[in-house]
């Protein structure tokens, strides 16, 4: 059974920094891709930063320059180092695998909390 666990949300400062870390069963390599999505309060679901498992990294606008994705393969984690964080970040943020075959199946986490506020 896939699970994906979050960790390392929370309150920070406007212009702080948070890193999110997300730790899969198994090989993050079953996953074709993995990503972050954030939902704000009111908001639906959106895409934060995607990594696939060639290295191509795509980012939302609002979190370019700020936001970096990346994983640590020994260890089955994906991490979003966010800096400069702003209160528009405040968000539950999702970890997100997605396997393409043999059909599209998508894994989440369950949802971590990051609260920018002073």
């Known amino acids: 059974q896939v699970q994906l666990v979050e960790s390392g949300g929370g309150l920070v400062q406007p212009g702080g920094s948070l890193r999110l870390s997300c730790a899969a069963s198994?090989?993050?390599?079953?996953?074709?891709?993995m990503g972050w999505y954030r939902q704000a309060p009111g908001k639906e679901r959106e895409l934060v930063a995607s990594l696939t498992n060639s290295g191509s990294t795509r980012y939302a606008d609002s979190g370019k320059g700020r936001f970096t994705i990346s994983r640590d393969n020994a260890k089955n984690t994906v991490y979003l180092q966010m800096n400069s964080l702003n209160r528009e970040d405040t968000a539950v943020y999702y970890c997100n695998g997605v396997i393409v075959m043999p059909t599209t199946r998508n894994y989440w986490g369950q949802g971590n909390q990051v609260a920018v506020s002073s």
């Open positions: 198994g090989s993050i390599f079953r996953f074709d891709a």
